[in-house]
């Protein structure tokens, strides 16, 4: 909860656009998905891996993330996001095959939460920072969800716990994407069944599509709207 998927995939984008490599987000979906990544991967070209939760992959995928900076036919980068209390044992099987390169992203303090609310969210009322900072325990998107809240409802009961907090935002989320729209409904089914689909490829998916009615386009258009 302190940004650091944010933060990472922020510098990746950034470096990549201003480098020229092609960036890929990685997270673990409980397949092995090495051999897909390097399916995404063309011959000799610069690309940057976003392993996100890299704790969460087995030993043996990392291995494998991390052999592919050594291999001749790629010039890779990789960003792994690790949670603190699994960093050590994660850390020293990196130093394995390289040697890597620490940025440590800490929680957000009192103070600085206060802040952000204040300049990002025009929040000044001293019992809403607060109950916001309580909320949040350092955790920004907490405090930006409690914000939101308060801005919106103008009570503070409406921040109160957590849980009031999480049903707030995804009501607003789950009225947006219409759910009672029959190609939205099949386009979220065939995502939740792959997982990852690739956008770029979508002619792979020819068969399904035409099983399902829905065409190549409008699978497209929607799954930006669902960004």
């Known amino acids: 909860g302190v940004g650091k998927t944010k933060l ?15 960036l890929y987000c990685v997270r673990n979906n409980n397949l092995s998905v090495f051999e897909d990544i390097k399916k995404y991967i063309l011959p000799n070209e610069k690309c940057i891996l976003l392993v996100d939760d890299a704790n969460s992959f087995d030993k043996n995928e990392i291995q494998h993330f991390l052999k592919l900076i050594d291999e001749p036919s790629f010039e890779v980068k990789v960003i792994f996001t690790v949670r603190d209390s699994l ?18 992203v800490n929680s957000f303090d009192d103070k600085e939460i206060k802040e952000i609310m204040k300049s990002n969210l025009g929040i000044l009322n001293d019992d809403y920072l607060e109950q916001i900072v309580r909320i949040s325990e350092g955790n920004i998107r907490l405090a930006y969800l409690s914000g939101k809240c308060a801005l919106e409802k103008q009570n ?24 009672n729209d029959d190609e939205i ?25 035409s099983l ?7 699978f497209n258009t929607i799954c930006q709207k669902l960004m």
């Not at 386009?187 to 068969?207: M, P, R, V, W």
């Not at 399902?212 to 409008?218: A, D």
């Open 87 to 104: 960093f050590s044992p994660f850390f020293n099987e990196c130093r394995k095959f390289c040697v890597p390169e620490i940025v440590e």
């Open 156 to 179: 503070l009961h409406a921040i109160k716990n957590a849980e009031n907090l999480f049903e707030a935002y995804y009501d607003v989320c789950f009225n947006d994407i219409e759910l």
């Open 8 to 22: 990472a995939l922020h510098c990746a984008r950034k470096y990549s656009e201003e480098n020229k490599y092609q």
């Open 185 to 209: 409904l099949k386009t979220l089914g065939i995502i939740a069944f792959y997982k990852n689909i690739d956008t770029k490829k979508l002619s792979d998916y020819e068969d399904l599509f």
């Open 212 to 218: 399902v009615n829905l065409n190549e386009v409008r």
